[in-house]
C-alpha cells in the first residue's frame, strides 16, 4: 500500500509573526508524522510554478507577491487520511470562516495572509511533494 503523504507550508505571514513553532505543535499533537521539513524562500518563478492553477485569478500577483515576501517551511506529513485530516488542522481559506480551534482561525488574519498551506488531493500532493522534495530527502518518494 502506498503511503499517503500530503506537502504543508508554513507561510511566511506565520513565521513574521513567530508562529511557526505552534503549527509545529499543533501538527505534532494531531499525532501526524513530520517526514521532511526545508526552510527557504520562493522565487517569483518557483511560486508562480507553485500556484499555476490560480493564474489569471484577480488574487494571483498579490498571492506571489505574498509568498516571496519571506521564508516559508515545507514538510511532508504523514498518517491515516492525511489529505482532508491536515485541511481540516488548516481550516477554511479565509480565517474569518475558519472553525474555532484551526490553524487559520487561531495565526491566520486575512483570506490571503491565512499562515498555511495544504495540498488538496493525492494527485497535488504528490506533485506538490515533489516540487519540494527530492527523492534523497524523502526516501520511498
Ligand atoms: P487553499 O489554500 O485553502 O487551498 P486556494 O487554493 O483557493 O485555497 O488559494 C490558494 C491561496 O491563495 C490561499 O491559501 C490564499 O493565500 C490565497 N487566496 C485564495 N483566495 C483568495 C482571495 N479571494 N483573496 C486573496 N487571496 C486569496
Ligand atoms: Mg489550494
Redesign the pocket.
Known amino acids: 500500500m502506498q503511503s499517503i503523504r500530503t506537502l504543508a507550508i508554513i ?1 511566511p505571514d506565520a513565521l513574521r509573526s513567530g508562529d511557526a513553532g505552534k503549527i509545529l505543535t499543533v501538527i505534532e499533537d494531531s499525532g501526524l508524522t513530520i517526514e521532511a521539513a526545508r526552510m527557504f524562500r520562493l522565487t517569483r518563478e518557483q511560486a508562480g510554478e507553485f ?1 499555476g ?2 493564474k489569471g ?3 494571483y500577483e ?2 506571489l507577491s ?1 509568498m516571496t515576501s519571506g521564508p516559508c517551511i515545507a514538510l511532508v506529513l504523514s498518517g491515516e487520511n492525511t489529505i482532508a485530516r491536515w ?1 481540516e488542522l ?1 481550516g ?3 480565517p474569518e470562516k475558519a472553525a474555532e480551534g484551526t490553524i487559520r482561525k487561531l495565526y491566520g488574519t ?5 499562515a498555511c ?2 495540498s ?1 488531493a493525492p494527485e497535488t500532493a504528490r506533485q506538490e511533494i515533489a516540487f519540494f522534495f527530492s527523492g534523497s530527502e524523502l526516501p520511498e518518494n
Open positions: 507561510k500556484y492553477v490560480h485569478k484577480p488574487f498579490e498571492l505574498f485541511r488548516m477554511a481559506t479565509d486575512s483570506v490571503r495572509f491565512n498551506h495544504g488538496d
